[in-house]
């Protein structure tokens, strides 16, 4: 979470995302006799540099210059709780939170996953690389560490009461979880369900901004989004049931 003496807003905020649009639909751009092995890799890793890039950049620029500070990137012993409790709720919800939208809106059909698996380590490798390491680190931080408490002060306004604070926060979870989402539901085009996508991601967003909200911090966020795109991705290879 950003610090008092952090001093972007939400326009800071909202370049980060759209970085992070950017680099999503970039790769889609290239043309496809571009894509060697060499090169998908090569973009696979220098997309998430430019959002890292940005985030060092407002950190240096608006806040106190230390990630740690500014981002929230430590721990305390409340997260001994805090995180496997986190944890807990997105991989038990999940299931129950997509079970309830196909009902309430139809099975369109699809991958139960978007997690794509491949046999050839160099493959699996580096998507594991992504998907644990890299891309919860960018995601939380940009979402959870710079939009949502961007967004809470901005509707927070001046001197705001217990009760619009409390709205705020609220909003700004929402918000930066519906957010989330929407970066996500690309992936139906490539087969994944859409409804259960949205839903768990929604779902799995509010669950890691109210974690966020809760301890002021994006540590404890990064780890339980790592935890549970590990899980998935072994769940993907049979590796657990």
């Known amino acids: 979470m950003t610090t008092s003496t952090s001093r972007w807003g939400l326009l800071h905020a909202l370049v980060g995302v759209g970085i992070f649009v950017a680099c999503i639909f ?53 997260d001994l709780l805090a995180i496997p409790a986190a944890f807990a709720v997105i991989w038990v919800g999940e299931p129950i939170i997509a079970g309830i939208a196909l009902v309430m809106f139809g099975d369109p059909g699809g991958f139960d996953t978007n997690v794509f698996t491949s046999p050839e380590p160099m493959i699996w490798v580096p998507d594991l690389i992504l998907a644990v390491l890299i891309a919860p680190f960018t995601e939380e931080i940009v979402f959870r560490g710079m939009l949502q408490p961007s967004l809470k002060r901005w509707f927070d306004g001046n001197a705001p009461d217990q009760d619009r604070r409390f709205r705020a926060t609220n909003a700004a979870v929402l918000i930066t979880a519906a957010l989330f989402c929407s970066l996500h539901l690309p992936q139906i085009l490539g087969g994944v369900n859409g409804v259960s996508l949205a839903a768990v991601t929604f779902f799995s967003g509010i669950v890691l ?33």
Not at 26 to 45: Q, T
Not at 57 to 78: H, P, Q
Not at 210 to 234: D, E, Q
């Open 26 to 78: 970039a790769p889609s751009l290239l043309p496809d006799e571009w894509m060697s092995y060499p090169v998908w890799l090569a973009v696979r890793f220098a997309m998430p540099m430019f959002v890292i890039a940005w985030i060092v950049f407002a950190s240096r620029r608006w806040g106190t210059g230390s990630l740690i500070a500014d981002y929230g990137l430590s721990f305390k012993w409340i």
């Open 209 to 241: 901004g109210a974690l966020a909200m809760a301890t002021r911090r994006t540590a404890p966020s990064i780890v339980v989004h790592s935890a549970t795109n590990l899980l998935a991705t072994a769940t993907a290879y049979g590796l657990v049931t």
